[in-house]
Nanobody
Framework: QVQLVESGGGLAQPGGSLRLSCATS????????MTWYRQAPGKERELVAA???????NYADSVKGRFTISRDYAKNTVSLQMNSLKPEDTAVYYC???????????WGQGTQVTVSS
């Protein structure tokens, strides 16, 4: 059973930065895509940033230019560098790992990010 463990959440001021990490119990080479999602209170979970096995990336329009997703193969981690944080970035952030065939989907437990002065 694959386990994903997020870390790095916390409180940041508007304009500040945080770096989230997602450590996997298996090799990140195993996954076709790794994605960060977030869910704010009263809202649906939304995609924040994704990276595929071949390195293609995708970002939500709301975070383009501010967030960067990256992989560390040696540490089997995927990170999300978040800069120029805004109060609307406040949410629980979840790491997801996906295999497309067979279809397998793994989720971390989530980490809280709060942006407030």
């Amino acid at each position: 059973q694959v386990q994903l463990v997020e870390s790095g959440g916390g409180l940041a001021q508007p304009g500040g930065s945080l770096r989230l990490s997602c450590a996997t119990s298996g090799s990140i080479f195993s996954f076709d895509a790794m994605t960060w999602y977030r869910q704010a209170p009263g809202k649906e979970r939304e995609l924040v940033a994704a990276v595929t096995r071949v390195g293609s990336t995708n970002y939500a329009d709301s975070v383009k230019g501010r967030f960067t997703i990256s992989r560390d193969y040696a540490k089997n981690t995927v990170s999300l560098q978040m800069n120029s944080l805004k109060p609307e970035d406040t949410a629980v952030y979840y790491c997801n790992a996906k295999i497309t065939f067979p279809v397998l989907d793994y989720w971390g437990q989530g980490t809280q990010v709060t942006v407030s002065s």
